[in-house]
């Protein structure tokens, strides 16, 4: 069975930073590439960032150039690093494994106070 649990989620002030984790089981961890995403209430889930199984990422514009994803593929863990948050930010962030849209972890909980 696939898991993905992720952690790393708080309350922070704009400005601040963060950096999310996501550990997976029962996938061949290293073969997929892992998303990060995210959903704010009353909004449509989107994509942050993608880093593919060769290490290539891809980012959404509204996130360039504050936030970093990585893998460590011996701790089967995708990271997400957050800089300069603003509260445009704030949303629940969930991991994605293999792009597949039923390969989702639980989520975590991304506040940015103003």
């Known amino acids: 069975q696939v898991l993905l649990v992720e952690s790393g989620g708080a309350l922070v002030q704009a400005g601040g930073s963060l950096r999310l984790s996501c550990a997976a089981s029962?996938?061949?961890?290293?073969?997929?590439?892992m998303g990060w995403y995210r959903q704010a209430p009353g909004k449509q889930r989107e994509l942050v960032a993608r880093?593919?199984?060769?290490?290539?990422?891809t980012y959404a514009d509204s996130v360039k150039g504050r936030f970093t994803i990585s893998r460590d593929n011996a701790k089967k863990t995708v990271y997400l690093q957050m800089n300069s948050l603003k509260p445009e930010d704030t949303a629940v962030y969930y991991c994605?494994?293999?792009?597949?849209?039923?390969?989702w972890g639980q989520g975590t909980q991304v506040t940015v106070s103003s």
């Open positions: 994605n494994a293999g792009d597949r849209h039923d390969w």
């Open positions: 029962g996938i061949m961890f290293s073969i997929n590439a």
């Open positions: 880093i593919s199984s060769g290490g290539r990422t």
